[in-house]
């Protein structure tokens, strides 16, 4: 197959040449560069293009052209490469017109563009081309061919292959299945005397596991597994956005600080396939991507990791917090944070059940979308992350029909992305709907659904469906001793019952659960605000409670390998 393609249009001659000239210089090697003169051109090239199956990874617009906007030419892009990125070039002028804002948060609103780009002023512009790079990462991510992408091997969707596959979707690790009897499967497998046992990793290194346990894939991605140590100063359960914020600061600002988790990186949030409103990123970041790059900060100043390993009890005795590991190992702190966040909810219907991996997928829209090229899916939530979820599967999917148990989708979506749902043409949206039965021979076919007014049931066709119907805490492993409220959710600082506060001997500090020197921050606690920046924002503050807590016990932190160690009064 020939190289990929990076598209550029533009109406004016000399400054298409000015972008075909940056691409051309800095990207020729392993991309082939078309530079196309009109709106007009630029359709009939593309729909050319795609009729003779040649790859097109980046589309390239100006704001205004001949016949039609940037946006709209960007557009129309989806109709012929779905999975191409999509950048309205824009003159430095126009950075921070109010005017063109609008425009810009309209065309993303409408899915037209994926993001602006500012034109490259002059040679060796990297501004421009770190917004080339990020896009074709971006691409190459999405396509299962980037070079860290490890290769999922298997006889059939469902079973010990779904559950790797989660596994490497948990650790944040970018990765393909094939089946066995197919030709990339039998290439993949050509020349292994190690894989007589399916399903087989293949990672980037040329490293191959067959049928390995989740602890072995930790390993072979370079993670610890088994704590190094028995002390700590400070010790986080759970490794999502809140886990690993109160990583980066803890081990940045001098605590010894051991990270545990049952799974891998990013939590709940790894499944969001774009995160466009959180601060700092304005072309969006992706969950999986939020937690690699905090995993490797936290590393960078000292924090540890300990994954595939199962937090089973908690306790105080006298100046320490035991936290008891399923493996029948022990590591003690002198504060924990719980971070363990919240699990999706499952379908109370069996028949679905027994098709998990094979069309029915919890979360796991980036991860799986490329199985659904083409067909008729639905996506099962209406909150956020089910509107992310529905607007990347539109890129890969015939249809993406939303199923919304609430009676409005403004209900518990953001304004944001309730109009870019609206406005995404392959998206339509059943609210006041919920899931009954379902069912398929070896892959998802159909499912029924129930109307929550009438009572009305129908059966559609659905070859995927993506299930993002709320979260349930992950505490039942706590210890009595712990509050937590109706629903499972940790009671911390002035929400803790009368008796609570008495037996911690003193008024809680913020952010503080029942148990004298254990916080709780993120979707666990109870009365947090489920947002990524949110959690993100407490485990931050968690590290100041810390603070307090080493100050009133009059401790002194070990020290991280980078991190400051902080003044307390002696």
């Known amino acids: 197959m020939s190289e990929p393609l990076l598209v550029a249009v533009d109406d004016d001659p000399a400054l298409l040449g000015v972008v075909e000239r940056e691409l051309s210089d800095r990207y020729a090697r392993h991309y082939r560069i078309l530079a196309l003169g009109s709106s007009a051109e630029a359709l009939g090239t593309l729909e050319d ?10 589309v390239l617009a100006a704001q205004s052209l001949s016949g039609m906007t940037g946006a709209e030419l960007l557009g129309e892009v989806r109709r012929f490469y779905p999975h191409a990125k999509r950048g309205l070039l824009l003159n430095w002028g126009g950075w921070g017109d109010p005017v063109v804002g609008d425009a810009i948060f309209d ?28 896009f074709l990462l971006e691409w190459a991510e999405a396509q299962r061919v980037s070079p860290n992408t490890v290769h999922v091997v298997g006889q059939t969707w469902s079973g010990r292959a779904y559950e790797l596959r989660e596994v490497l979707e948990r650790c944040a690790l970018p ?25 087989l990793l293949v990672f980037p290194d040329g490293t191959a596991l067959a049928d390995p346990s989740d602890a072995d894939i930790a390993r072979a991605s370079g993670a610890m597994v088994e704590p190094l140590g028995e002390e700590y100063d400070l010790v986080i359960v759970g490794c999502g956005p809140a886990g690993l914020s109160a990583a980066v600061y803890g081990a940045s600002e001098g605590f010894r600080t051991l990270v545990i988790d049952d799974g891998g990186l990013g939590g709940q949030a790894t499944s969001s396939s774009l995160i466009r409103n959180y601060l700092g990123f304005p072309r969006g970041i992706s969950g999986g991507d939020l937690a690699r790059r905090a995993y490797e900060q936290a590393w960078v100043f000292g924090a540890s990791f300990a994954f595939m390993q199962q937090v089973t009890s908690i306790r105080r005795e006298q100046d320490f917090v035991h936290v008891g590991l ?22 109370d219907v069996p028949a679905l059940g027994e098709l998990q991996g094979a069309g029915v997928f919890y979360g796991a829209a980036s991860s799986e979308a490329p199985t659904i090229c083409g067909r008729n899916v639905c996506v099962a939530g209406g909150a956020n992350s089910a509107g992310q979820a529905a607007l990347y599967l539109a890129r890969y999917a015939k249809q993406v029909t ?3 148990r609430a009676p409005s989708l403004g209900a518990g979506m953001s304004h944001y992305l309730v109009r870019q749902v609206e406005a995404t043409s392959n998206v339509s949206v059943r609210t006041g709907t919920e899931i009954v039965d379902g069912g398929g021979d070896g892959w998802l076919e159909q499912l029924v659904l129930r109307d929550r007014v009438s009572g009305q049931q129908e059966t559609m066709s659905a070859e995927g469906l993506f299930v993002m119907i709320g979260a349930r805490p992950r505490t039942e492993w706590l210890p009595r001793e712990i509050e937590r ?21 003193r008024l809680p500090f913020l952010l503080e659960t029942s148990m004298q020197g254990v916080l709780a921050v993120g979707d666990v606690r109870h009365g947090s605000v489920k947002r990524v920046a949110s959690s993100v924002g407490e485990g931050s503050v968690a590290i100041q409670v810390v603070h307090s807590l080493f100050t009133a016990e009059q401790l002194q932190p070990t020290g991280s390998r980078l991190g400051r160690v902080p003044e307390y009064a002696p």
């Open 107 to 134: 065309a993303m609103s409408r899915g037209r563009i994926d993001q602006y780009v500012i034109r490259p002023s002059r040679s060796r512009d990297e501004v421009f081309h770190q917004a080339i790079s990020s």
């Open 485 to 505: 409220d109706a629903e499972g959710f940790v009671v911390t600082g002035t929400d803790l019952h009368e008796h609570s506060v008495e037996s911690l001997g």
């Open 49 to 58: 293009l795609a009729a003779s199956g040649e790859q097109v990874a980046l």
């Open 175 to 199: 990765h393909s299945f094939t089946l066995a009897d197919s030709a990339d499967g039998r290439a993949l497998l050509a020349g292994r005397g190690d894989a007589t046992k399916l399903p």
């Open 402 to 404: 939303l199923l919304v």
């Open 326 to 347: 399923s493996n029948g190992g022990r590591v003690a702190a002198r504060a924990v944070v719980l971070a363990t966040g919240a699990a999706y909810r499952l379908l």
